[in-house]
């Protein structure tokens, strides 16, 4: 395996790196605050495009490959993971699917203006009553010939009040369980399409998090993405990829810590010295430093296999796994070497810290991963 990365890569990290720096960081404590949704600075993203960095070009994509995705995303999330959450739904989950199994129909009229950042996406597979058990979907799409008429609540919708193009999954012959389920492209302003309540959440909070509710929706059928009861299967096959992206957003939550409590170690005095010199701080940084490079290398492996056309679907949920948890424990030992600064807003950690919870919760809990590893390891 390969180590260095080309002259593309980390060009790409680079242009990450200073978008985060100078477009993300100004303002990102208030838009946390008051859980406003980074509109401007998506709208940037989408001109410079880190919207749609897979998608072929001609669908005005940027083209590049998965290693040049986690990279961006590690480094946007090393700042604001509410905007890095939106950057993953849309590449991964919306425009990856839809260039992969679209029709070229859906992709004239979707994915260009996706991959472009014109509009944003969102994936809807969640509901009140099948997370984790997802194959228990309760909205339904009846097939009523040349459209489905589509009924039900999906909740947790990430994009849910942003987005113009949803992905919906839905049930359309239960006897046949999860082999009965289609995904639709359903398009805001639909009728009987009703967003509903933005949630008030822990972390991420600039991101807009909302349940959707359909009554008696009618999707042409045209809008489904692929054969007849194909849904569930697009659904696990586009998860695989996006745990990929969720993984690197973790990694950049921990990253980001990491920097911070690095650089203030070295500024910042106790007992006549800085903490930098104590060496309980300083095996602290060790340890952080050391698990953020181990899950760095299983983000990299992951995408890497991805290009490669290899099976990525282990080694992507082991770097949701990994990453997501040593997320968790580099986020609380910045707040740590921060001390009280650590405890308040201003200083950035405690938002990194409520962050990096949502990595161990969405796209597959810790738990969902196991499971999706142990079966991979048993088969
Ligand atoms: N890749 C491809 N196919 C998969 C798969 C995977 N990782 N996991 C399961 N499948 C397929 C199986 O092969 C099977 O299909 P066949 O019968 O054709 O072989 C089908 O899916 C059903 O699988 P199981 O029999 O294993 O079903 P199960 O109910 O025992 O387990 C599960 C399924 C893996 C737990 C699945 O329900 C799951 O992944 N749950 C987690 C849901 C999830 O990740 N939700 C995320 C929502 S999106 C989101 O969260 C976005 C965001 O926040 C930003
Ligand atoms: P449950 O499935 O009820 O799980 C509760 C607990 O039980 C978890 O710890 C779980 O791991 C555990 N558990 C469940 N089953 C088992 C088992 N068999 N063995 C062991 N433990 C188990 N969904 C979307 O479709 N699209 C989105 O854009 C989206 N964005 C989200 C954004 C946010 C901020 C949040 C909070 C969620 C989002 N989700 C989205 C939903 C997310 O994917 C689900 O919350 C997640 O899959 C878990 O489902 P649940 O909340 O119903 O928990």
Not at 75 to 82: N, R
Not at 181 to 204: C, H, T
Not at 265 to 293: C, P, V, W, Y
Request: hydrophobic residues 40%.
């Amino acid at each position: 395996m390969n180590f260095q990365l080309t002259e593309e890569h980390l060009a790409v990290q680079q242009a990450a790196r200073d978008f985060a720096q100078n477009e993300l960081l100004p303002g990102v404590i208030e838009r946390d605050t008051e859980q406003k949704f980074p509109k401007d600075q998506i709208k940037k993203m989408g001109e410079l495009g880190f919207m749609g960095m897979m998608v072929d070009p001609k669908y005005n994509g940027g083209g590049m490959d998965s290693i040049s995705y986690v990279l961006a995303m590690e480094e946007i999330s090393k700042v604001d993971a509410s905007v890095s959450v939106c950057m993953s739904v849309n590449n991964s989950l919306v425009c990856w699917g839809l260039e992969k199994y679209g029709t070229e129909e859906q992709k004239e009229k979707y994915l260009k203006r996706l991959a472009a950042g014109e509009i944003i996406g969102a994936f809807c597979l969640s509901e009140p009553e099948a997370g984790s058990d997802a194959t228990s979907q309760r909205t339904t799409a009846e097939d009523k010939g040349d459209h489905y008429l589509l009924n039900g609540t999906k909740n947790w919708i990430t994009n849910g009040n942003s987005a113009s193009v949803y992905i919906v999954i839905a049930q359309t012959d239960a006897a046949k369980k999860h082999k009965g389920i289609n995904a639709l492209i359903v398009e805001k302003g639909m009728p009987g399409f009703v967003v509903g309540k933005k949630e008030d959440k822990m972390g991420i909070r600039g991101s807009d998090t909302h349940s959707l509710m359909f009554t008696d929706v009618k999707v042409p059928k045209a809008n489904r993405i692929g054969d007849d009861g194909f849904g569930f299967s697009f659904a696990m096959t586009t998860l695989n990829g996006g745990r990929i992206g969720i993984a690197s957003q973790a990694l950049g939550i921990a990253a980001g810590a990491y920097e911070l409590a690095l650089t203030y170690s070295k500024e910042r005095k106790a007992f006549g010295k800085n903490l930098s010199e104590h060496q309980a701080i300083q095996f602290k940084l060790a340890e952080m430093a050391t698990k953020i490079d181990a899950a760095r290398l299983l983000v990299h492996q992951a995408a890497w296999r991805k290009d490669q056309r290899q099976d990525f679907v282990k080694a992507a949920a082991m770097a949701k796994l990994f990453a997501s948890q040593i997320a968790q424990e580099v986020t609380t030992e910045a707040v740590q070497i921060h001390g009280g600064y650590g405890y308040v807003k201003e200083y950035h950690v405690e938002r990194l810290m409520r962050d990096a919870k949502i990595t161990q919760i969405y796209e597959g809990t810790t738990e969902i991963q196991k499971m999706v590893i142990s079966r991979e390891l048993l088969k």
